[in-house]
């Protein structure tokens, strides 16, 4: 949410006596007058070098024959008595537009001021400027900074106090517009009873009252209340935003604020340290900061600010040390492969048709189908057999058991059977037929010769064992009576004692169904390869993609993938976001080339080792010269630089 920086300047006094805030208007706009975006002296770089330019005191004319003609002031030299032109010498600051900044912990500090000249100050006008951050190509409104004059800020208060003086206008008791006398005077002439109890706390309902006198309360109410101050009043409520609107011209800001430095130099200009936190982005190179605004008196501009010349923040980030070299895996290829899914049919008690129309039946049969398809016509692989599995769970006997597996086994297998013969022959139909080179015709599509193999699994036990493990709604107690169950090694016995057991319906109705699934394992093979196995190499796209995700300054992504690789990068992954134990733990293992003894020298700087700090410094100076210059970049070595004169000149 923007918030707003709120500065209140007592600037009475400021005025010169008799110049109306009208006339210094006038002369901001003549002069397009502005406030400065200039960067705060950084204790790291020399100060700004005041650089002489020249005012000469001199006049252009022109000649007879109308010529320019230069005439300047001149002086007799001491030494030679020859007249030369005399200039005056004035200071010019030259102010850095851009600055390197460091990103630290994935956040960026931009740090800058700014200077509102005196001439821009007035008691009488608040000026208000509005900063705008673009990053990415994207502009962002950054707090407001308001400075506010104290007759301003007692014109302000002024409409509130009017706005507060109409507001105790409006009536919240409704009783002060009645006529309370006159009421009073009907009720003891027409009413003698009721005028009676006057004094009486009992309640009277309306429809009590209307019974006994023909006139309900209300009524006599309504007759006796002053219609036209209930009117005025009403519309005194439904006008309460527009008289704010009316009295109060420009709100006080009163929420969002945010305290800052605020300083005022020598020639009256305020100085506003401003100081803005931004989170890392990928790909987040440089920031530009630029500055407008407007001066008010009450609800009208009087001058409208120009545009500042933006500032530009360059984020200096460890991701320059990435090592972008590509990685390759080692890589046995196969020439078979196995591929394994499972699906859930149901089957009726004791039967082992395959239905299409039992329970949920069909949208398993249908995602078999379409990767028995995605096989049949894949371009890498060829269909050599498919071995299907089924499983029962432990109802009935073992014998029984494994007889129905092995006939559901063989009923599925011969269902998809059917499927393959009729998926090639639909597509034999849409490929046509063509003629060899020999004259024989032959279909387009080539049908491989598929085996299906059955196997079954009587009673599926393991899968079991990890169900009731997993399973939170079982107490401790019921699965230590499941595992003294299971110890039996009698599977008919071992069933028939769980049947005992006060959670056997939660697993037979529960757990039971989801032990009853056919496997298929598809036998595949590479097309064109003759040698079982090849050994080959290629690129490591996960180690790559943890790399682009450090330039990207994705670095908890880039962590996520690199971890496992321990190596210079995963350190840089860890450095970046502060991780400096375990950045120091791989890097003491690799070789010292310029750039490990550069991001030593950080991290041991982070944990205060400056010794090491500085020695590992040094020493990727000497390796590569370079980073004497870095140096400047890293706070963390800066500061060793500064403390210990590090990067002098011998």
């Given at each position: 949410?923007?918030?707003?920086?709120?500065?209140?300047a007592?600037?009475?006094?400021?005025?010169?006596?008799?110049?109306?805030?009208?006339?210094?208007?006038?002369?901001?706009?003549e002069?397009?007058?502005?406030?400065?975006?200039?960067?705060?002296?950084?204790?790291?770089?020399?100060?700004?070098?005041?650089?002489?330019?020249?005012?000469?005191?001199?006049?252009?004319?022109?000649?007879?024959?109308?010529?320019?003609?230069?005439?300047?002031?001149?002086?007799r030299?001491?030494?030679?008595?020859e007249?030369?032109?005399?200039?005056?010498?004035?200071?010019?600051?030259?102010?850095?537009?851009?600055?390197?900044?460091?990103?630290?912990h994935?956040?960026?500090?931009?740090?800058?001021?700014?200077?509102?000249?005196?001439?821009?100050?007035?008691?009488?006008?608040?000026?208000?400027?509005?900063?705008?951050?673009?990053?990415?190509?994207?502009?962002?409104?950054?707090?407001?900074?308001?400075?506010?004059?104290?007759?301003?800020?007692?014109?302000?208060?002024?409409?509130?106090?009017?706005?507060?003086?109409?507001?105790?206008?409006?009536?919240?008791?409704?009783?002060?517009?009645?006529?309370r006398?006159?009421?009073?005077i009907?009720?003891?002439?027409?009413?003698?009873?009721?005028?009676?109890?006057?004094?009486?706390?009992?309640?009277?309902?309306?429809?009590?009252?209307?019974?006994?006198?023909?006139?309900?309360?209300?009524?006599?109410?309504d007759?006796y209340?002053?219609?036209?101050?209930?009117?005025?009043?009403?519309?005194?409520?439904?006008?309460?935003?527009k008289?704010?609107?009316?009295?109060?011209?420009?709100?006080?800001?009163?929420?969002?604020?945010?305290?800052?430095?605020?300083?005022?130099?020598?020639?009256?200009?305020?100085?506003?340290?401003?100081?803005?936190t931004?989170?890392?982005?990928?790909?987040?190179?440089?920031?530009d900061?630029?500055?407008?605004?407007?001066?008010?008196?009450?609800?009208k501009?009087?001058?409208?600010?120009?545009?500042?010349?933006?500032?530009?923040?360059?984020?200096?980030?460890?991701?320059?040390?990435?090592?972008?070299?590509?990685?390759?895996?080692?890589?046995?290829?196969?020439?078979?492969?196995?591929?394994q899914?499972?699906?859930?049919?149901?089957?009726?008690?004791?039967?082992?048709?395959?239905?299409?129309?039992?329970?949920?039946?069909?949208?398993?049969?249908?995602?078999?189908?379409a990767?028995l398809?995605?096989?049949?016509?894949?371009?890498?692989f060829?269909?050599?057999?498919?071995?299907?599995?089924?499983?029962?769970?432990?109802?009935?006997?073992?014998q029984?058991?494994?007889?129905?597996?092995?006939?559901?086994?063989?009923s599925?297998?011969?269902?998809?059977?059917?499927?393959?013969?009729?998926?090639a022959?639909?597509?034999?139909?849409?490929?046509?037929?063509?003629?060899?080179?020999?004259?024989?015709?032959?279909?387009?599509?080539?049908?491989?010769?598929?085996?299906?193999?059955s196997?079954?699994?009587?009673e599926?036990?393991?899968?079991?064992?990890?169900?009731?493990?997993a399973?939170?709604?079982?107490?401790?107690r019921?699965?230590?009576?499941?595992?003294?169950?299971?110890?039996?090694?009698?599977?008919?016995?071992?069933?028939?004692?769980?049947?005992?057991?006060?959670?056997?319906?939660?697993?037979?109705?529960?757990?039971?169904?989801?032990?009853?699934?056919?496997?298929?394992?598809?036998?595949?093979?590479?097309r064109?390869?003759?040698?079982?196995?090849?050994?080959?190499?290629?690129?490591?796209?996960?180690?790559?993609?943890?790399?682009?995700?450090?330039?990207?300054?994705?670095?908890?992504?880039?962590?996520?993938?690199?971890?496992?690789?321990?190596?210079?990068n995963?350190?840089?992954?860890?450095?970046?976001?502060?991780?400096?134990?375990?950045?120091?733990?791989?890097?003491?293992?690799?070789?010292?080339?310029?750039?490990?003894?550069?991001?030593?020298a950080?991290?041991?700087?982070?944990?205060?080792?400056?010794?090491?700090?500085?020695?590992?410094?040094?020493?990727?100076?000497?390796q590569?010269?370079?980073?004497?210059?870095?140096?400047?970049?890293?706070?963390?070595?800066?500061?060793?630089?500064?403390?210990?004169?590090?990067?002098?000149?011998?």
């Amino acid at each position: 949410m923007k918030r707003t920086v709120l500065l209140f300047a007592l600037l009475a006094g400021l005025l010169a006596a008799g110049c109306g805030t009208s006339r210094k208007a006038s002369r901001l706009q003549e002069k397009q007058l502005t406030a400065s975006l200039v960067l705060p002296q950084d204790r790291r770089e020399p100060a700004d070098p005041e650089l002489p330019h020249f005012e000469a005191d001199s006049l252009v004319v022109h000649d007879f024959m109308g010529r320019e003609v230069i005439i300047m002031n001149a002086v007799r030299d001491e030494e030679t008595g020859e007249m030369v032109a005399s200039e005056t010498l004035q200071a010019a600051r030259v102010t850095a537009r851009f600055r390197n900044v460091a990103e630290r912990h994935g956040k960026i500090e931009l740090a800058f001021q700014v200077i509102v000249p005196a001439a821009m100050q007035d008691s009488r006008w608040q000026v208000r400027f509005h900063p705008r951050m673009t990053v990415l190509d994207e502009e962002r409104e950054l707090d407001d900074i308001l400075i506010t004059g104290k007759d301003y800020r007692k014109a302000q208060l002024r409409g509130y106090q009017q706005y507060e003086r109409f507001l105790r206008s409006i009536v919240t008791d409704s009783t002060r517009f009645i006529d309370r006398h006159q009421l009073e005077i009907w009720i003891r002439r027409n009413l003698p009873r009721l005028y009676a109890l006057r004094q009486d706390s009992t309640e009277v309902s309306d429809e009590a009252f209307a019974s006994i006198y023909g006139v309900t309360e209300r009524q006599a109410v309504d007759y006796y209340t002053y219609g036209w101050l209930v009117r005025r009043n009403e519309r005194r409520i439904r006008d309460k935003d527009k008289m704010f609107r009316r009295y109060v011209k420009v709100p006080v800001q009163t929420e969002h604020l945010r305290l800052d430095t605020l300083l005022v130099n020598e020639a009256g200009e305020f100085v506003y340290n401003y100081v803005q936190t931004l989170q890392t982005r990928p790909r987040l190179r440089k920031v530009d900061i630029r500055l407008a605004g407007e001066v008010c008196e009450q609800e009208k501009i009087v001058y409208r600010v120009p545009e500042s010349e933006p500032l530009t923040f360059y984020i200096s980030s460890l991701s320059a040390f990435v090592d972008g070299r590509e990685r390759y895996l080692d890589q046995v290829v196969s020439r078979r492969v196995d591929v394994q899914t499972e699906a859930r049919l149901l089957f009726d008690l004791g039967d082992d048709r395959v239905r299409e129309d039992l329970g949920d039946n069909l949208t398993e049969i249908l995602q078999i189908r379409a990767m028995l398809a995605s096989l049949l016509e894949n371009q890498e692989f060829d269909l050599d057999s498919i071995v299907v599995t089924a499983h029962a769970s432990p109802e009935g006997s073992w014998q029984a058991n494994a007889a129905l597996s092995q006939r559901r086994s063989q009923s599925v297998g011969r269902y998809f059977e059917r499927f393959m013969q009729q998926y090639a022959d639909s597509a034999d139909r849409a490929a046509g037929i063509f003629l060899q080179l020999d004259g024989s015709r032959a279909a387009a599509a080539v049908r491989p010769g598929i085996r299906f193999s059955s196997h079954a699994v009587p009673e599926n036990w393991e899968q079991l064992d990890l169900l009731v493990e997993a399973d939170p709604q079982l107490s401790p107690r019921q699965k230590e009576r499941y595992r003294l169950r299971r110890a039996e090694p009698d599977p008919d016995r071992r069933e028939l004692a769980l049947r005992t057991d006060d959670f056997y319906p939660y697993l037979k109705n529960e757990l039971y169904p989801r032990l009853r699934v056919v496997a298929f394992d598809f036998r595949l093979h590479r097309r064109d390869m003759v040698q079982d196995t090849i050994h080959t190499t290629v690129l490591d796209t996960t180690y790559m993609a943890g790399v682009q995700a450090i330039r990207d300054r994705d670095y908890q992504r880039a962590l996520t993938l690199l971890r496992p690789y321990a190596d210079f990068n995963t350190a840089i992954a860890f450095c970046c976001l502060d991780y400096n134990a375990s950045a120091r733990a791989i890097l003491e293992q690799l070789d010292r080339s310029a750039e490990v003894n550069y991001m030593l020298a950080l991290v041991y700087a982070r944990q205060g080792d400056e010794r090491s700090a500085v020695e590992c410094y040094l020493h990727a100076c000497s390796q590569n010269g370079s980073f004497v210059h870095r140096g400047n970049l890293d706070p963390e070595i800066s500061a060793l630089i500064r403390k210990y004169d590090l990067n002098r000149e011998s």
